[in-house]
C-alpha cells in the first residue's frame, strides 16, 4: 500500500444493470480517482441482501458489475476492486458500529423510509442499519473520500456521525469521511421521464442502463417528456425539459449543448430534433462501453482472478484496520 496516497472508498450493489446514474455518479470518478488515490472499490453483495433475498440472480450481477466497472476504465491492477462478502472484517466492524448508532436516527433516514414503503412485508433490521454497513465499509480502509452521487449524500453525513462517535469513544483511528465528485456539486442523473433518478431496479424504461441495445436507447430518449417549447425568450425551463439538457451535458459536443440552449432562448426549439441528437450521442457513448463488457463476461476466469486479486488487497488493509480498532475498544486482552 502507497502510504503517501490519501484512501478512496465505495461500492455498488449489484442489483441488476449499472445505468447512466451509476456512470456519472460514481464510476466516471472512480476511474479519475484511480491514479491520484490509494482505492477501494467493491460489489456491495451484501448491502444487496437488504433488498434482494433471493439470491439466483446473485452471481451473475456480480460478475456483470465487475465487467462494467471494467469496461469503463476501471483498472484492477491499479485498484483494489473486490466483493464486499469476501472480507469478513466487514462484519466484524458493522457488529462493533451497531453499537454507535440509535434506532430514532436510523429509522429518520430518507432511504429506509422509501424502501420500507416499497417492501412492507420485509423491513428486515439490514434495511434499517444499512447506513451502520455503509460505514463500516468505508472505515475499513480507513478512507477519506467516498465518491457517490448525490442519493448519498445523507448517508455520507450518518458515516461521519459514527465516525465521530467512535473516534471521540475510543481515540481518533479513523479520517472523517467526505462524499467526492470531481466537480462541486455531488451528481444526480435524472430519469427520463422526468420523476426521480435513473435506478437500477425501479422506473426501467425512464432509465438508461449500459447494456442496452442501440435501438432500446433511441426508443427510451424519444418517449422522454417534451411540450410544445417556450413562448417567451430565455424562459426557466420546466424540470423535465431541463432533464434532457442536462443529459445532453453529460454525452454531447459543447457546440451540439450551445445549439439547443441557443434555440430554446429564442424559442425556435425542435424537441424531436433535440431527443434525435441526444439519442445518437447516447448511442455513441453507450455502445462501445456495453461491446466491452460483452467481452469480458465472456472470461469467467479472468473475472474471478480479478476478484480474488483484489480481496487480498482490500483484506491486507482491513487486517489492519480491525487490529486498531480492537486495540482502541480495549478487546486485547494478552
Ligand atoms: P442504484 O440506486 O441504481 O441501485 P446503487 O445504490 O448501487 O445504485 O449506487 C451505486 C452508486 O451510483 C452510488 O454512488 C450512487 O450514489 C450512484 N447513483 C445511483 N443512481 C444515481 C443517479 N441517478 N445519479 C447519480 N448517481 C447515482
Given at each position: 500500500?502507497?502510504?503517501?496516497?490519501?484512501?478512496?472508498?465505495?461500492?455498488?450493489r449489484?442489483?441488476?444493470?449499472?445505468?447512466?446514474?451509476?456512470?456519472?455518479?460514481?464510476?466516471?470518478?472512480?476511474?479519475?480517482?484511480?491514479?491520484?488515490?490509494?482505492?477501494?472499490?467493491?460489489?456491495?453483495?451484501?448491502?444487496?441482501?437488504?433488498?434482494?433475498?433471493d439470491?439466483?440472480?446473485?452471481?451473475?450481477?456480480?460478475?456483470?458489475?465487475?465487467?462494467?466497472?471494467i469496461?469503463?476504465?476501471?483498472?484492477?491492477?491499479?485498484?483494489?476492486?473486490?466483493?464486499?462478502?469476501?472480507?469478513?472484517?466487514t462484519?466484524?466492524?458493522?457488529?462493533y458500529?451497531n453499537?454507535?448508532?440509535?434506532?430514532?436516527?436510523?429509522?429518520?433516514?430518507?432511504t429506509?423510509?422509501?424502501?420500507?414503503?416499497m417492501?412492507?412485508?420485509?423491513?428486515?433490521?439490514?434495511?434499517?442499519?444499512y447506513?451502520?454497513?455503509?460505514?463500516?465499509?468505508?472505515l475499513?480502509?480507513?478512507?477519506?473520500?467516498?465518491?457517490?452521487?448525490?442519493?448519498?449524500?445523507?448517508?455520507?453525513?450518518m458515516?461521519?456521525?459514527?465516525?465521530?462517535?467512535?473516534?471521540?469513544?475510543?481515540?481518533?483511528?479513523?479520517?472523517?469521511?467526505?462524499?467526492?465528485?470531481?466537480?462541486?456539486?455531488?451528481?444526480?442523473?435524472?430519469?427520463?421521464?422526468?420523476?426521480?433518478?435513473?435506478?437500477?431496479?425501479?422506473?426501467?424504461?425512464?432509465?438508461?442502463?449500459?447494456?442496452?441495445?442501440?435501438?432500446?436507447?433511441?426508443?427510451?430518449?424519444?418517449?422522454?417528456?417534451?411540450?410544445?417549447?417556450?413562448?417567451?425568450n430565455?424562459?426557466?425551463?420546466?424540470?423535465?425539459?431541463?432533464?434532457?439538457?442536462?443529459?445532453?451535458?453529460?454525452?454531447?459536443?459543447?457546440?451540439?449543448?450551445?445549439?439547443?440552449?441557443?434555440?430554446?432562448?429564442?424559442?425556435?426549439?425542435?424537441?424531436?430534433d433535440?431527443?434525435?441528437q441526444?439519442?445518437?450521442?447516447?448511442?455513441?457513448?453507450?455502445?462501445?462501453?456495453?461491446?466491452?463488457?460483452?467481452?469480458?463476461?465472456?472470461?469467467?476466469?479472468?473475472?474471478?482472478?480479478?476478484?480474488?486479486?483484489g480481496?487480498?488487497?482490500?483484506?491486507?488493509?482491513?487486517?489492519v484496520?480491525?487490529?486498531?480498532?480492537?486495540?482502541?475498544?480495549?478487546l486485547?486482552?494478552f
Amino acid at each position: 500500500m502507497d502510504k503517501t496516497k490519501e484512501i478512496v472508498m465505495s461500492g455498488i450493489r449489484p442489483t441488476g444493470f449499472l445505468h447512466l446514474g451509476n456512470y456519472f455518479g460514481a464510476i466516471r470518478n472512480y476511474v479519475k480517482m484511480q491514479d491520484e488515490y490509494e482505492c477501494f472499490f467493491m460489489v456491495a453483495d451484501l448491502h444487496s441482501l437488504t433488498t434482494h433475498p433471493d439470491t439466483k440472480e446473485l452471481k451473475a450481477n456480480v460478475y456483470r458489475v465487475l465487467a462494467e466497472n471494467i469496461a469503463c476504465g476501471l483498472d484492477p491492477d491499479k485498484v483494489a476492486l473486490y466483493c464486499q462478502s469476501h472480507l469478513h472484517e466487514t462484519a466484524e466492524l458493522y457488529l462493533y458500529l451497531n453499537m454507535l448508532a440509535y434506532k430514532g436516527e436510523l429509522e429518520k433516514t430518507a432511504t429506509f423510509k422509501d424502501k420500507a414503503r416499497m417492501q412492507p412485508g420485509n423491513i428486515n433490521a439490514g434495511l434499517l442499519t444499512y447506513p451502520v454497513l455503509q460505514t463500516a465499509d468505508i472505515l475499513l480502509h480507513r478512507a477519506k473520500y467516498v465518491p457517490v452521487g448525490k442519493d448519498q449524500e445523507q448517508h455520507l453525513e450518518m458515516a461521519r456521525n459514527f465516525t465521530n462517535r467512535f473516534n471521540h469513544r475510543y481515540g481518533e483511528v479513523f479520517p472523517e469521511p467526505v462524499a467526492f465528485n470531481y466537480s462541486n456539486d455531488l451528481v444526480k442523473v435524472p430519469s427520463l421521464d422526468g420523476e426521480g433518478k435513473m435506478s437500477k431496479s425501479e422506473n426501467q424504461m425512464a432509465t438508461l442502463y449500459l447494456a442496452d441495445d442501440d435501438e432500446l436507447i433511441r426508443k427510451k430518449v424519444m418517449k422522454a417528456k417534451t411540450d410544445s417549447g417556450p413562448t417567451e425568450n430565455n424562459s426557466p425551463k420546466p424540470a423535465y425539459i431541463g432533464n434532457i439538457f442536462l443529459l445532453m451535458n453529460l454525452v454531447s459536443s459543447k457546440d451540439v449543448i450551445k445549439k439547443y440552449e441557443d434555440d430554446y432562448n429564442n424559442c425556435n426549439i425542435r424537441y424531436g430534433d433535440m431527443k434525435k441528437q441526444l439519442a445518437e450521442d447516447m448511442v455513441k457513448f453507450i455502445s462501445p462501453i456495453r461491446e466491452k463488457v460483452n467481452s469480458i463476461l465472456q472470461d469467467e476466469k479472468y473475472l474471478q482472478k480479478v476478484m480474488g486479486q483484489g480481496a487480498e488487497k482490500a483484506r491486507k488493509s482491513a487486517e489492519v484496520t480491525i487490529k486498531l480498532v480492537r486495540e482502541a475498544i480495549g478487546l486485547n486482552y494478552f
